[in-house]
């Protein structure tokens, strides 16, 4: 039994697309306050069996059809050697990239096996998940890594970074084969994709974007054919060039709530799975105000034949965000298989 996730990467028509969304596990959630209230965060995605048990509370809570592995993009910098702590405020890293900190960075072989655990909580979920269900591991982006690394967060003007390029060249050479070395544990321990979530890539003008970053994307996507996947928030038409593809093999891309996400589906050019779109601010909202967002953002998929929709991994643009009712995503998830179903 392949479920609806695994039918979508294979392309396989299915007029009910399969539902996963970006921190589907997380502080919304009644089942993760209660994790949180026994265990640190760290805790929770360092302890391969937690880190299973709150990835696997979304799907029993909500009927996704993929899993994703529980855990955060910055942990391959703690393993380089940039001291990393967790409190409420969010991540905090205790040293800035320098030229001169570069140089003392771990060298891979010493910091990929600190990042053992991830596999090792891929691995579990795997063995818990139900056969229906997809599994989806993931590692940040080289870009979005180098803006945590250089700036502390991947807010405002980022004007450290996007006047550090030459910098970023030195630091993708350790950051992005020790990225291909995390994907491939993943994928060995039982993910059925890796997507990289490169959250600031799209703060980047579309010509340093395709001239720094697409390689080092291209080199990721083309070690692991069709087995790993692709979101930035903010990447616009001009990012990708003439069509919704990136160079390299891929097996698909995610995209925000600011794209037409029924254009790119029926686009000629497009490859692989498409995953999205939904505006995550709009689950806030509740009763009928809800169910009209949710009929308006489902009118042009509905217009489209399940053929058209091939490929199609519905969720939201972005992650999840805190406070939303879990009230809110089970009429999401309810609305969507409903009303694509008729």
Known sequence: MSGRFLDALAGETQAVPPIWCMRQAGRYQSAYQAFRRRHSFETLCREPDLAAKVALASIADFDFDAAI????????????????????????????????????????ARAAPDLAFQADAVAATRRQLPADKGLIGFIG???????????????????????SLDLY???????????????????????????IFDTAAG??????????????????????????????????PAHLGASPVLPGRWA???????????GVLTS??????VQGNFD???????GAALGRAIDEFLA?????????????????GHGVLPGTPEASMRTFVRMVRRRLSA
């Not at 698909?252 to 029924?262: E, H, K, S, T, V």
């Not at 995550?280 to 509740?286: A, D, E, G, I, S």
């Not at 217009?303 to 939201?316: S, V």
């Open 141 to 163: 982006g080289p870009w979005t890594l180098f803006v945590y690394a250089v700036e502390g967060s991947h807010a405002g003007s980022l004007v450290r970074a996007k006047s």
């Open 169 to 195: 060249r030195r630091f993708a050479r350790v950051i992005v084969p020790l990225l291909e070395r995390m994907a491939r544990a993943q994928l060995d321990a039982g993910a059925d994709l890796v997507m």
């Open 280 to 286: 995550p601010t709009l689950l806030h909202l509740t």
């Open 252 to 262: 698909g891309l995610g995209f925000d709530w600011r794209w037409d996400l029924a």
């Open 300 to 316: 042009p998929f509905a217009a489209l034949t399940p053929e058209q929709r091939r490929g199609w991994i519905c969720g939201l």
């Open 268 to 273: 000629p050019d497009r490859r692989g799975f």
């Open 69 to 108: 592995l529980f855990s955060d993009l910055l942990f391959p910098l703690q393993a380089l050697g940039f001291g990393l702590s967790y409190d409420d405020g969010g991540p905090k890293l205790s040293r800035r990239l320098t030229a001169e900190f570069l140089a003392r960075l771990r060298p891979v």
């Open 203 to 236: 703060e980047l003008a579309p010509p340093a974007f395709r001239r720094h970053i697409a390689p080092d994307l291209s080199r990721l996507a083309d070690a692991f054919p069709g087995r790993l996947g692709y979101y930035a928030r903010n990447l616009h």
